[in-house]
Each structure stands twice: as C-alpha cells, then as structure tokens.
T-cell receptor, first 113, second 109 residues
Framework: IAGITQAPTSQILAAGRRMTLRCTQD?????MYWYRQDLGLGLRLIHY???????GKGEVPDGYSVSRANTDDFPLTLASAVPSQTSVYFC????????????FGNGTRLTVT | GQNIDQPTEMTATEGAIVQINCTYQ??????LFWYQQHAGEAPTFLSY??LDGLEEKGRFSSFLSRSKGYSYLLLKELQMKDSASYLC??????????WGAGTKLIIKP
C-alpha cells in the first residue's frame, strides 16, 4: 500500500540521548516535511526538503537535523534530546506543487524524560 | 504576525449540520486547506480553496472569502465517525503553510 511509513511509533528517551526518527515514502514525491504537533498549537514545521539532496529549515529547527540522500527517505535526528522536544512528530510528503495536499505518516510519539 | 483562528471545540448531534469557522491573518494568500485528524492518527486532506465561493464534496463543503480572511467547513448529515479534529491551514505569500490549532468536533447520538 502506497504511503508514508514512520518508525518508531512511540519512544521514551532520556534527556541528552541521540535519536533518529525514520520516515520512508513510496509515492516518489519530491517534497518531504517534518512537523511537530503539540496540544493547543498548530502543526509546526521543523525541516523540509524540496527534492533529494536539498534541505531547508522550518519554523522550529533548533535541536533537529535532517538529511535527504534519496527520494524515499527523510530521517530526523535529535542530537541531544531535551524535555521540550516531547511531542508527536509527523512526516509528510507532497508532489511539490503548491496546491497539492500533504500526505502524512502515522506519527511518532516521543517522550523525553 | 501570522495567525489562524479556529474554535477549540464544538459539539453537534448525529444527523445534524455543523459549520467550523476559520479566520486568518497572513502575509499574503495562496490557498487554504482543510484536514481531518482522528485522535491518535495522521491528518488527512479534505479540501483546498483558492478562489472565493463554496466547494462541495459529498457531505463536506468548504467556503472561502478572501476579502474577509474567512473560511468555513460545513459537514452535513453528521455521523459518529466525523468525530475528529479539523485543521485549517493557509499558504502564505512565500508558499509556507500556516496551521491553525484545530477544532475538536464531538458528535453526540
């Protein structure tokens, strides 16, 4: 079934640890995004990639890094997790056209203790 | 600053009609999206409006007034499965998506 796969589904992480959230899509979409969703707030963009080999910073990039070595994969790394990074993380993709909808993965629920 | 306003929560009765409003103040406008998000799940696309007027898609319709910075999502013949959060998002002049916090819709039998 075509779509976006995120892993892990959930994770409890000690502060200071490094963590990579995985995201893979099989729709051959050019654009991919990482959002975090916190209660009472809209989705906030962390990083994005318009095409393989390029990445850009979103609204809340500090403490996070991404890479886009190929079309399908877009991992998000927390170099040294802090409690404020406790959130639900969604990966999304689109064909890159501005009026095209985003396709979201099922999310990763991350708790930093 | 850029801002999207939606009611935090609404309650409606099964079989009825509900209108979820979204007002926005953004730097430019290049379209407005509505997404549905069931609890614990991913957002899924419902509609996209870029011109003024009403777009109908089955039981769901979306309306846009660019001059008023206003949109609404209209859900007819409500079903229990429509219990979800509804997210409004606007594409600004830089084609960045600005998201509202979402409206949690509770459907009662």
């Amino acid at each position: 079934i075509a779509g976006i796969t995120q892993a892990p589904t959930s994770q409890i992480l000690a502060a200071g640890r490094r963590m990579t959230l995985r995201c893979t899509q099989d729709m051959r979409h050019n654009a991919m995004y990482w959002y975090r969703q916190d209660l009472g707030l809209g989705l906030r963009l962390i990083h994005y990639s318009n095409t393989a080999g390029t990445t850009g910073k979103g609204e809340v990039p500090d403490g996070y890094s991404v890479s886009r070595a190929n079309t399908d994969d877009f991992p998000l790394t927390l170099a040294s997790a802090v409690p404020s990074q406790t959130s639900v993380y969604f990966c999304a993709s689109s064909d890159g056209q501005h009026n095209s909808p985003l396709h979201f993965g099922n999310g990763t629920r991350l708790t930093v203790t | 600053g850029q801002n999207i306003d939606q009611p935090t929560e609404m309650t409606a009765t099964e079989g009825a009609i509900v209108q979820i409003n979204c007002t926005y103040q953004t730097s430019g406008f290049n379209g407005l999206f509505w997404y549905q998000q069931h609890a614990g799940e991913a957002p899924t696309f419902l509609s996209y409006n870029v011109l003024d007027g009403l777009e109908e898609k089955g039981r769901f319709s979306s309306f846009l007034s660019r001059s008023k910075g206003y949109s609404y999502l209209l859900l007819k013949e409500l079903q229990m499965k429509d219990s979800a959060s509804y997210l409004c998002a606007v594409l600004d002049s830089n084609y960045q998506l600005i998201w509202g916090a979402g409206t949690k819709l509770i459907i009662k039998p």
